[in-house]
Each structure stands twice: as structure tokens, then as C-alpha cells.
């Protein structure tokens, strides 16, 4: 006979009927986050800035008896940060997870880089965090509970070539990732940096002599990471999660 109830069961997170913030959530790693979060019974809040792509999800997602709403957001636009924050409120009334994916990556080496290229990648992929945090922080503070998940990349500890602004950014976001955590760890807020490697998304369309995408993570690789991170128990944190194809960095 099985215990129901052992003595050493630690508390297992419920993600079920939790509202879930995900940027970048019309291709990739930020559509199969959404997917994955509203399997596991979360409301979710799609962003990204095409409204066609995002609303295709978002009606995928209803149609399977998901709650989803779709609320085209440019990150990188303050006024469009907020607005995204107040539409969730207004549709869920809370929000218990940020999904901070969104992000370009725009390649080249430091003398042929263009300066609005490199404000395109460090506003997407730094800038952003900043401002999505800034505004849904306060209905979290509020509630006394809150999970912001940072999607960064390996690109965040090492060093590529020809990707100045990419790696600027990301190790960026690793320090901003920190710097949050601690300020926010007595609110009962819980920051976490995810940071993969190459993943097989659209991400790489146009990038020349790209990795082989057969050895590349799937982006339900990491939208797994990242609902399981959202599940975990409230008496831990998981801090950084470095996830990597087997074959490492390719
Ligand atoms: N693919 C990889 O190998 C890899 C590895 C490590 C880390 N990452 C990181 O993972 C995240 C997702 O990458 P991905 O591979 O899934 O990329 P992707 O397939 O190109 O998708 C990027 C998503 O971000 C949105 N987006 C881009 N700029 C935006 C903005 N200013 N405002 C709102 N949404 C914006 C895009 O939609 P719109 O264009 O319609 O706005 C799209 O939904 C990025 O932060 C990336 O740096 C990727």
C-alpha cells in the first residue's frame, strides 16, 4: 500500500488557474511557454508585437478550452509595458508569473555594427526586463506572492564572436536578474534566470552558417524548464538554470 500523505512529501507548486505574463509569445520559445503553461491549467497573457501571429496562438489556445488573451506590446515602449500590465488586470485581476522572453539578436562584428542595430538588441533584451518588471511588480507586491523567469542565453557568461550586443545584453540581464532577485526576495517574489543554449526557433532565420538545428534544443525544451521552475514548491528558488543541447555549445 502507497501513503497517501508521506511525512517527508515536500509542498508541490499548482500552476493551475495562476496568470501568466509570457513576452514574446508568438514563435518560439515564448509560443511553446504559453502552450505548456496553459497545458498545466494557467491563464496566460500572450505579448509580442504582430498582432496576426500572436492572435493566431492566442485563438489556438481558446479553442482548446485554454484561457488565453493575446495584447499586442512592443517591450522596448514604456507606454506599451504598461498598458500590457493594466490589460491583464483587467482581464485576470492578478499576475503571477512574468515571462521575460522577448528578445532579437542582430550579429555582426564590432567595427561593421550598426549603433540602431545594437539599441534594437540592448532594448529588447535588457530594456525590456526593466520595464515588465517595473510594472508588474506592483500588482505582485500586492498580492505577496509573484515568479519572474528571465530568459536569457548561455550568450550571458560567454563570449561569441561577432555578437557584442547579443552578449552585452544578455550578461546584462544576468546582473538585472540578480540585482531584482535580492530586491524583491523578502516580498515573496522569486526571480530566475534561464539561459539556453542554441534552440531550433525562428530566432535563427536569416542568420548566416547558423548551428546544425538537428543537435539544437526544441523550444519545448525550455518552455518545460520554465513551467517546472514556476511549479517548484514556495520554500525554494531556483536561482539560474543553464539549459544545453547534450553536444554543449554548438
Ligand atoms: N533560439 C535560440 O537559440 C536562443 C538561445 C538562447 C536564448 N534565446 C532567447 O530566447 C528568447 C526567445 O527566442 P526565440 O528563439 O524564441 O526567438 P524567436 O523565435 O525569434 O521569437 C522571438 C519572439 O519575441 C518577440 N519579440 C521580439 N522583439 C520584441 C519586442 N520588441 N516586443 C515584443 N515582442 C518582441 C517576437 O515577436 P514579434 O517579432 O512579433 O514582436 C517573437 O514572439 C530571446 O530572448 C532569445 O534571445 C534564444
Avoid at 54 to 78: K, R
Avoid at 168 to 196: D, F, H, M, W, Y
Avoid at 226 to 236: E, H
Wanted: proline share 6%; hydrophobic share 50%.
Amino acid at each position: 500500500m502507497v501513503a497517501s500523505n508521506p511525512p517527508n512529501a515536500v509542498e508541490t507548486g499548482e500552476l493551475d488557474g495562476k496568470v501568466a505574463v509570457i513576452t514574446g509569445a508568438s514563435k518560439g520559445i515564448g509560443k511553446a511557454t504559453a502552450l505548456a503553461f496553459a497545458a498545466a491549467g494557467a491563464k496566460v497573457v500572450l505579448a509580442a508585437r504582430t498582432r496576426e501571429t500572436l492572435e493566431a496562438v492566442a485563438a489556438d489556445l481558446t479553442e482548446s478550452g485554454a484561457e488565453a488573451v493575446a495584447i499586442p506590446t512592443d517591450v522596448t515602449d514604456v507606454d506599451a509595458v504598461q498598458q500590457l500590465i493594466e490589460g491583464t488586470l483587467d482581464v485576470y485581476q492578478r499576475v503571477d508569473i512574468l515571462v521575460n522572453n522577448a528578445g532579437v539578436g542582430y550579429f555582426g562584428r564590432v567595427v561593421d555594427f550598426a549603433p540602431d542595430d545594437w539599441d534594437m538588441v540592448l532594448n529588447s533584451n535588457l530594456k525590456a526586463i526593466y520595464l515588465c518588471a517595473k510594472h508588474a511588480l506592483p500588482p505582485m507586491l500586492a498580492q505577496g506572492s509573484g515568479q519572474i523567469i528571465n530568459v536569457l542565453s548561455i550568450a550571458a557568461k560567454v563570449a561569441f564572436e561577432a555578437s557584442a550586443a547579443y552578449c552585452a545584453a544578455k550578461a546584462g540581464a544576468l546582473a538585472l536578474t540578480k540585482v531584482l532577485a535580492s530586491e524583491v526576495r523578502q516580498q515573496n517574489i522569486r526571480v530566475t534566470a534561464v539561459l539556453p543554449g542554441s534552440v531550433h526557433t525562428p530566432f535563427w532565420d536569416g542568420v548566416p552558417e547558423p548551428p546544425d538545428f538537428e543537435q539544437m534544443l526544441k523550444p519545448e525544451h525550455v518552455a518545460g524548464t520554465i513551467v517546472s521552475v514556476c511549479g517548484q514548491p514556495s520554500g525554494m528558488v531556483t536561482e539560474e538554470v543553464v539549459v544545453m543541447p547534450p553536444l554543449g555549445i554548438l
